[in-house]
C-alpha cells in the first residue's frame, strides 16, 4: 500500500506552481541577506575608477554623523537612565516594575489559554487552538523582562 503522507492529486501542474513560489521566496530571502550584509560594509570602501574629465567634484565625506550619537558608555554597576531612552528614562521605577507584571500576566495568561485550547478534540490538527490574542499576548514575556530591567536601572539611579 502506498502512502502519499497528506497529499492528494499532486499533479504535474501544482508542483510547477510551487516551486515556481518557493524560487520567488528563495530571491526575496537572498535579497534580505545580501542587504543585511551589505549594511555592515564600511562607508567610503568604494574604490572610484580614475576618469580623465571629471563633471563635478565629489563631496568629502564628513563624520558629523558619529558626533551626534551620544556616549551610553558606563563603568559602574548599572548604566544611566539615559539608556533607556526619551520616554521611560522619565518614568519612575515604581510605576515600571507595574508595567513589567502587567505584561508578565498577559503573557502568562495568553499561554494558559492557549493550552487549554490545545486540549480540545482535533483543535491541533486544525490549528484552531492558535488565536491571534493569545500570540500577541505572548509578547507580554519579552515586555516583562525589558521593563523590569528597566526598573532595576532606575531604582539604582534613584528615580
Same mark, same amino acid.
Given at each position: 500500500?502506498?502512502?502519499?503522507?497528506?497529499?492528494?492529486n @499532486?499533479s504535474?501542474?501544482?508542483?510547477? !506552481?510551487?516551486?515556481?513560489?518557493?524560487?520567488?521566496?528563495?530571491?526575496?530571502?537572498?535579497?534580505l541577506?545580501?542587504?543585511?550584509?551589505?549594511? !555592515?560594509?564600511?562607508?567610503?570602501?568604494?574604490?572610484?575608477?580614475?576618469?580623465?574629465?571629471?563633471? @563635478?567634484?565629489?563631496?568629502?565625506?564628513?563624520?558629523?554623523?558619529?558626533?551626534?550619537?551620544?556616549?551610553?558608555?558606563?563603568?559602574?554597576?548599572?548604566?544611566?537612565?539615559?539608556?533607556?531612552g526619551?520616554?521611560?528614562?522619565?518614568?519612575?521605577?515604581?510605576?515600571?516594575?507595574?508595567?513589567?507584571?502587567? !505584561?508578565?500576566?498577559?503573557?502568562?495568561?495568553?499561554? !494558559?489559554?492557549s493550552?487549554?485550547?490545545?486540549?480540545?478534540?482535533?483543535?491541533?490538527?486544525?490549528?484552531? $487552538?492558535?488565536?491571534?490574542?493569545?500570540?500577541?499576548?505572548?509578547?507580554?514575556?519579552?515586555?516583562? $523582562?525589558?521593563?523590569?530591567?528597566?526598573?532595576?536601572?532606575?531604582?539604582?539611579?534613584?528615580?
Amino acid at each position: 500500500r502506498k502512502q502519499d503522507f497528506g497529499l492528494v492529486n @499532486f499533479s504535474p501542474r501544482i508542483h510547477f !506552481f510551487q516551486q515556481a513560489k518557493m524560487a520567488k521566496l528563495s530571491l526575496v530571502i537572498v535579497a534580505l541577506v545580501l542587504a543585511a550584509c551589505s549594511a !555592515f560594509v564600511p562607508a567610503g570602501t568604494k574604490v572610484n575608477a580614475p576618469s580623465s574629465s571629471v563633471a @563635478f567634484t565629489p563631496l568629502k565625506e564628513s563624520s558629523f554623523a558619529l558626533n551626534m550619537v551620544e556616549d551610553m558608555y558606563w563603568e559602574d554597576e548599572y548604566p544611566p537612565s539615559k539608556v533607556l531612552g526619551p520616554i521611560m528614562s522619565k518614568m519612575p521605577s515604581g510605576l515600571l516594575a507595574i508595567l513589567s507584571l502587567v !505584561f508578565l500576566g498577559m503573557c502568562g495568561y495568553s499561554v !494558559f489559554q492557549s493550552q487549554l485550547l490545545t486540549q480540545e478534540p482535533g483543535a491541533v490538527a486544525d490549528g484552531s $487552538w492558535v488565536k491571534w490574542y493569545y500570540v500577541l499576548g505572548s509578547f507580554g514575556g519579552p515586555l516583562a $523582562w525589558g521593563t523590569h530591567v528597566a526598573s532595576w536601572i532606575q531604582r539604582k539611579n534613584g528615580m
